[in-house]
């Protein structure tokens, strides 16, 4: 049985409790009042369920914390939900899964969601994970995007967020930088309404987050890096939810796209 399965079904050995809790129950329409309370701090040993329980987490958090992005700016924009409705549809949600990412996004815009601590329970389920972290940063800063411009309130928020999850400034601007290329070239800049392009050499080196001056050796490098940063299999091993594979797989193809016509223009 699926996480989501486990989840509705009862098997509440899998629940989070915590502020994740909180958001998850009010979505679901049940309170849990259980979960890492109770749990050693240190506790370092992942068992059979522990894939499950970090996977909605991350499904928890993502459509909560972009609900409360979409917000921070006073309002909530169309191509602010059409995103979020995009990345439902790029998931094949089902139609329970689907409603219960809706109610989520509508928790996070609530006056009082409890950002921080959210967050930081986020953290400490990922286990240090910086891939699951990475591409969930990815997800958000492609959600502030979706009007077609990053705002200043936005860019606030993810900041903050990258301080909470330890994710360096330096690491957020690459993300961004990849984020703004990847959604220039699929034509996507508008609440996730795709006008393919073709890919400039431009976006191809930023998608690829090194410069026109980097060396050969440092673009492949660079390339490796980021195929085994988003291989769809490791992170669902880390704590993915499945569904969003296709995710991955959709960034991992960006990503051998940008590295061919660097090659091309390079004669590599």
């Known amino acids: 049985m699926s996480w989501w399965g486990k989840l509705v079904g009862g098997a509440f050995g899998y629940m989070l409790g915590g502020p994740l809790g909180a958001v998850l129950g009010a979505a679901l329409g049940h309170r849990f009042d259980k979960g890492l309370q109770g749990l050693p701090e240190d506790r370092v040993a992942w068992g059979p369920g522990d894939q499950e329980r970090v996977q909605t987490a ?34 094949s949600l ?6 219960t990412a809706i109610k989520l996004f509508n928790e996070g815009k609530s006056t009082g969601f409890p950002l921080d601590d959210v967050i930081e329970q ?59 290329a990847e959604a220039h070239y699929a034509g996507t800049g508008a609440g ?10 431009e976006d191809a080196y930023d998608i690829l987050n090194v410069s026109a001056n980097a060396t050969d050796k440092e673009v492949k490098r660079a390339y490796r890096r980021l195929i085994s940063q988003h291989h769809p299999d490791k992170l669902v091993s880390k704590g993915l939810p499945e569904e969003m594979m296709k995710m991955a797989a959709k960034k991992t ?16």
């Open 58 to 91: 991350f499904f928890t958090t993502t459509f909560s914390v972009m609900g409360h992005l979409a917000k921070a700016d006073g309002r909530v924009s169309q191509d602010e939900i059409r995103l979020a409705q995009a990345v439902m549809s790029q998931m």
């Open 94 to 99: 089902s139609d329970e899964m689907r409603q």
């Open 122 to 180: 986020f953290r400490q389920e990922c286990h240090r994970r910086q891939t699951l972290i990475q591409m969930f940063m990815e997800i958000q800063i492609q959600a502030a995007f979706a009007d077609g411009q990053m705002d200043k309130q936005e860019e606030s928020v993810l900041l903050h967020i990258c301080r909470l999850l330890h994710v360096s400034e330096f690491t957020f601007r690459l993300l961004v930088q990849r984020v703004r």
């Open 192 to 201: 996730g309404r795709a006008q393919p392009r073709s890919l400039s050499l």
């Open 253 to 268: 193809d960006e990503i051998k796209k940008a590295y061919e016509r660097v090659k091309e223009a390079r004669e590599m």
